[in-house]
């Protein structure tokens, strides 16, 4: 019903930037365009849960998780049905397997996308 195909993930060194995109499709944009639904990046870490990182809801609303700190950036594209997640200052501790979500009648997600922040 949907898909989400996260990407640009990869390796940076600390004090890097890494952009991640999440693609949406699928048929529920059929009956709602995209920007019906609210939209979330969440990541986890080796041996922990998931844990939130963003959202900015259908109104607009944004919301970080307090270790943001004003690093990291969350935005949409409705016309191309894609969120984004700039991430800036990276740091060892940010190394975690990124996930979109949206949000609608049920929460649908992606498969991930691996972030390590190493020298």
């Known amino acids: 019903q949907v898909q989400l195909v996260e990407s640009g993930g990869g390796l940076v060194q600390p004090g890097g930037s890494l952009r991640l995109s999440c693609t949406a499709s699928g048929s529920i944009f059929r009956d709602d365009p995209f920007d019906f639904y609210g939209v979330a990046w969440y990541r986890q870490a080796p041996e922990k849960q998931r844990e939130f990182v963003a959202t900015?809801?259908?109104?607009?609303?944004?919301m970080y998780a307090d270790f943001v700190k004003g690093r990291f950036t969350i935005s949409r594209d409705n016309e191309e049905k894609v969120v984004y997640l700039q991430m800036n200052s990276l740091q060892p501790e940010d190394t975690a397997v990124y996930y979109c979500?949206?949000?609608?009648?049920?929460?649908?997600w992606g498969q991930g996308t691996q972030v390590t922040v190493s020298s």
């Open positions: 900015l809801t259908r109104g607009g609303y944004l």
């Open positions: 979500t949206v949000r609608g009648s049920a929460d649908y």
